[in-house]
C-alpha cells in the first residue's frame, strides 16, 4: 500500500535517516509539534484505518525501546523482547489485533537508529540470551524499501553472540538484506497461512509463493528461517489445506536451517469482531465456534483447536522431527493433548527456543 500522507515530529533530527525516508517517498512532508495533527487527518474520513495505513508518522519513540513481550494470563509465553521499532501496519489483514488496539491506529516510524544502537548494547554486554524481534506492533519488514532500519538492526546485531534478531513478515521485501554480513544472528521469519485465508482476509500481502521464495533467497545467503502460522482459521476443508502449506515450505526450504515455527489459532478481543464487521464486510473470520477464553479473548472451541494443531504437529515432523514447534498462548491441555508435553516450569519454553537459537546461530552457549 502506498504512503499518501508524511508528517514529521518536530522533535525528529533532520539527518540523513529522515532525508532517505523522505527521498523514497518522495512526497513533502508536514512537520507537527505533536500527534493530533495526524489523527485529525486520519479521522477526517469514513475508514480513518485504512486512511492510517496511508499516511506515515516519523516521530520519537517516548516510551521504552526495549521491552518484555506482555504476554497473556494463563497461557505459556515464549519469553521474547521486543524492539520497539514503530506501530501499526501498512497491510490490511481482517484479523489484525492492531485495528482494536490503538485509538485511532497511527503508522509510525520511530527515528533514532543511534537510540536503538546505544539500547542494543547494553543488552549485547548481558550474559544472557535474548531473542530480540520487531513484529510485535508491526511488520518488521514494511520498512525495508523506504528506510536504513533494517539493515541497519542487521549489521548491529552481527557484531555480537548473545542475542538474535527475528524479522517477522508478510512482505518479500528483502533486497537490501541479501548481501548483508549478517554472521548468522538474524532470522527472517515469515508469518503464513493457506491461499484462501490469504485472498480473503489478509489484503495487500504477498502471496504464499512469493513469500516462500524470498525464504529460498534468503536461505541461499546463509540467512535462517522461522515460521509463523498464527492465526490459523478453522473453516471447511482448512486440515488438509495447512497440510499442503506445509508440504511447500519444505519445497522451497531446508529443514536444517528453520530454528522453530509457532502456531496458534485466531483470537480475538470482543470489540474487534465490531471493526471485522465494518471494515471486511464479506468476511466470516468472527463467525467460527468460539467460546470466551481466560485471557477474555474469543477463541476456537479447545477440541476444534487440538484437532487441527495435531494434524499440523505431524506434517511438520514427518519432515524433521527435530524442528521446534512450539504454540503461542495455549494453555496445559492443548499442550498436552498435541504434543504430549507441556513445559511446566516458568521460562521453560523461553529456554527451549534459546538451546535453538544456540544450535542454529551460533549464539555463546556460555549464557544458557
Request: include cysteine; proline fraction near 4%; charge should be neutral.
Amino acid at each position: 500500500m502506498k504512503i499518501h500522507q508524511l508528517f514529521i515530529d518536530n522533535a525528529c533530527t533532520r539527518n540523513d535517516e529522515v532525508d532517505y525516508i523522505i527521498s523514497k517517498l518522495n512526497i513533502e512532508p508536514q512537520w507537527v509539534d505533536n500527534s493530533q495533527p495526524v489523527y485529525d487527518f486520519i479521522n477526517n474520513d469514513s475508514d480513518p484505518i485504512l486512511k492510517a495505513k496511508k499516511t506515515l508518522f516519523l516521530t520519537k519513540n517516548r516510551g521504552a525501546v526495549i521491552k518484555e513481550c506482555p504476554g497473556t494470563s494463563f497461557y505459556t509465553c515464549c519469553d521474547y523482547t521486543i524492539l520497539h521499532t514503530g506501530t501499526f501496519c501498512t497491510m490490511d489483514c481482517s484479523y489484525c489485533i492492531l485495528q482494536a488496539y490503538f485509538h485511532p491506529p497511527i503508522l509510525q516510524y520511530f527515528t533514532g537508529l543511534e537510540t536503538f544502537g546505544q539500547n542494543l548494547e547494553q543488552i549485547f554486554t548481558k550474559n544472557q540470551i535474548f531473542r530480540i524481534g520487531t513484529g510485535e506492533y508491526t511488520d518488521s519488514l514494511i520498512w525495508e524499501k523506504i528506510t536504513l532500519q533494517p539493515k541497519f538492526l542487521v549489521e548491529q546485531f552481527a557484531t555480537q553472540n548473545n542475542s538474535l534478531l527475528e524479522l517477522k513478515t508478510k512482505t518479500t521485501n528483502i533486497e537490501s538484506l541479501l548481501d548483508l554480513d549478517h554472521n548468522g544472528k538474524t532470522i527472517i521469519a515469515w508469518s503464513l497461512n493457506t491461499p484462501d485465508v490469504i485472498s480473503s482476509e489478509e489484503k495487500g500481502t504477498a502471496s504464499l509463493k512469493s513469500r516462500l521464495e524470498a525464504a529460498k533467497r534468503v536461505e541461499a545467503k546463509g540467512y535462517k528461517l522461522a515460521f509463523h502460522f498464527d492465526p490459523m482459521v478453522i473453516y471447511p476443508g482448512c486440515e488438509e489445506q495447512y497440510q499442503k502449506v506445509i508440504h511447500q515450505i519444505f519445497k522451497y526450504v531446508h529443514p536444517e536451517n528453520i530454528v522453530w515455527i509457532s502456531i496458534g489459532s485466531f483470537r480475538f478481543m470482543p470489540r474487534l469482531k465490531q471493526v471485522i464487521e465494518k471494515r471486511f464486510i464479506d468476511s466470516t473470520i468472527c463467525y467460527g465456534e468460539f467460546i470466551l477464553g481466560l485471557d477474555n479473548k474469543m477463541r476456537y472451541f479447545k477440541p476444534l483447536r487440538i484437532k487441527l494443531y495435531r494434524a499440523i504437529i505431524e506434517t511438520i515432523k514427518e519432515y524433521d522431527p527435530n524442528i521446534l514447534v512450539y504454540f503461542c498462548m495455549e494453555d496445559e491441555e492443548v499442550w498436552e493433548k498435541s504434543f504430549g508435553f507441556f513445559p511446566k516450569r516458568v521460562g521453560e519454553l523461553g529456554n527451549l527456543l534459546d538451546k535453538s537459537a544456540v544450535r542454529h546461530c551460533g549464539l555463546n552457549s556460555l549464557f544458557l
